[in-house]
């Protein structure tokens, strides 16, 4: 709830209420928009900060372990892309695996790429 002061300032006339009546809630909901830019303003530096210092620290054994996902002892690219979007907060794994799922139905002749005659024979589908 707002006012208009301590009460020995306020609206005297019928117009000045009525005013009062859709001034007072628009001004609020004007400063809780500001407030909010601002906030969200803030966040994002924060966290384009902290994605600046995670790409630019020491990749770590564990690390390694982590984005070697067939543990063939190399990083192939779906590897590191997994890993990079995981660790950095900007995709869930859990999403990833049904995007795989989804690769992996389309791969209709299961040789690992997708073609157009994968595509075309899922279109006909």
Not at 8 to 28: E, G, H, K, N, Y
């Amino acid at each position: 709830m707002t006012s208009v002061g301590y009460g020995d300032v306020s609206p005297q006339t019928q117009p000045m209420r009525l005013l009062a009546v859709f001034f007072i809630p628009f001004s609020v909901a004007v400063t809780a928009e500001f407030l909010s830019s601002l906030a969200g303003i803030y966040i994002k530096r924060k966290s384009l900060d902290a994605e600046v210092e995670f790409m630019n620290r020491r990749m770590t054994e564990e690390d390694f372990k982590d984005m070697d996902i067939d543990g063939d002892g190399t990083i192939y690219y779906g590897e590191f892309l997994t890993f990079m979007l995981t660790a950095m907060g900007k995709v869930e794994k859990e999403e990833l695996k049904n995007l795989r799922k989804v690769y992996l139905k389309l791969d209709k002749n299961k040789d690992g790429s997708l073609s157009k005659e994968d595509l075309l024979v899922h279109a006909n589908f």
